[in-house]
């Protein structure tokens, strides 16, 4: 039963990892039998938790994440920059005449 909920997880990931799939559910299905073994259920619950948060952090660093967050971070950055110099405008506007007076004498 873990097995094919890793393998869900698996295909839930990156393309890369789909064609390793059975061999790191193999694997899982070693480290969950080690931890029942050595930690009892304590165990079983840290190799999930370790599994799950893997997928997650590889999720999370692919481009199909990575582009749009910063896309958005940036659009959200530069929208920001410019409603404040919207409600500036005044400010600015003194701020450029003294940096010209300054500089142009």
Not at 91 to 99: D, G, S
Request: charged share 15%; net charge neutral.
């Amino acid at each position: 039963m873990s097995g094919a909920i890793y393998r869900m997880l698996v295909r839930l990931g990156p393309v890369e990892l789909r064609r390793w799939e059975l061999e790191m559910a193999d694997v899982l299905a070693m480290q969950l039998a080690d931890a029942r073994h050595e930690h009892g259920r304590i165990g079983v619950l840290a190799v999930w938790w370790r599994a799950v948060a893997e997928m997650i952090g590889l999720m999370l660093a692919g481009p199909s994440v990575v582009i749009p967050v910063v896309s958005v971070a940036s659009t959200g950055a530069i929208f920001a920059g410019l409603t404040w110099a919207l409600e500036n405008s005044l400010a600015m506007l003194h701020a450029y005449r003294h940096v010209a007076d300054k500089l142009c004498g």
